[in-house]
T-cell receptor
Framework: DSGVTQTPKHLITATGQRVTLRCSPR?????VYWYQQSLDQGLQFLIQYYNGEERAKGNILERFSAQQFPDLHSELNLSSLELGDSALYFCASSVGQGFTEAFFGQGTRLTVV | GQQLNQSPQSMFIQEGEDVSMNCTSS?????WLWYKQEPGEGPVLLIA?????ELTSNGRLTAQFGITRKDSFLNISASIPSDVGIYFCAGQGGSGGSNYKLTFGKGTLLTVNP
């Protein structure tokens, strides 16, 4: 158990819908990272927050947004969902801003039908 | 974005055999990391390498940071069934990426026959 909690574990939704994925980082960790894992693209960095502020952005679509709340948990919002958005979404957390010693959650498997 | 070329894509080996996998990049990285992912789980960090030429071991695992900073390899000695999983290399920093994110390889699927 990495100490990073993601909910829900599985999500099935229809195209055009909007979903919210939630991540609780390890106790004491200030950084949260979101990654998307798909069969063809592998693990792709989406976005990072550090202590409530956006720190870095990767290949995140405009239909996707994220935020980190004062209690440091984070949410990833995916809207106008398309079939191609089906993937595993991972959250990772670390104490500092650098990724190296980050720990991954178990992921949320999103299926868009 | 920057891609890491990880090979082989998959390996089928017998228990007790040694395993070797590697990653190459056209750009340099400041840090190389190796992760293992098992079904239903997130990636777990196995080894982190911070200096060109560095050779680091973690039990039966050994990894090296290439001297050119553009490659890394991971060796697993005397494999056991619980070594099954997908192994990912990842690079951070340098001209290949940023300090805030990792660039991952596509993974090596390892199957160990008892």
């Amino acid at each position: 158990d990495s100490g990073v909690t993601q909910t829900p574990k599985h999500l099935i939704t229809a195209t055009g819908q909007r979903v919210t994925l939630r991540c609780s980082p390890r106790s004491g960790d200030l950084s949260v990272y979101w990654y998307q894992q798909s069969l063809d693209q592998g693990l792709q960095f989406l976005i990072q927050y550090y202590n409530g502020e956006e720190r870095a952005k990767g290949n995140i679509l405009e239909r996707f947004s994220a935020q980190q709340f004062p209690d440091l948990h984070s949410e990833l919002n995916l809207s106008s969902l398309e079939l191609g958005d089906s993937a595993l979404y991972f959250c990772a957390s670390s104490v500092g801003q650098g990724f190296t010693e980050a720990f991954f959650g178990q992921g949320t498997r999103l299926t868009v039908v | 974005g920057q891609q890491l070329n990880q090979s082989p894509q998959s390996m089928f080996i017998q228990e007790g055999e040694d395993v070797s996998m590697n990653c190459t990049s056209s750009s340099i990285f400041n840090t190389w990391l190796w992760y293992k992912q098992e079904p239903g789980e997130g990636p777990v960090l196995l080894i982190a390498l911070y200096k060109a030429g560095e050779l680091t071991s973690n039990g039966r695992l050994t990894a090296q940071f290439g001297i050119t900073r553009k490659d890394s390899f991971l060796n697993i000695s005397a494999s056991i069934p619980s070594d099954v999983g997908i192994y990912f290399c990842a690079g951070q920093g340098g001209s290949g990426g940023s300090n805030y994110k990792l660039t991952f390889g596509k993974g090596t699927l390892l199957t160990v026959n008892p």
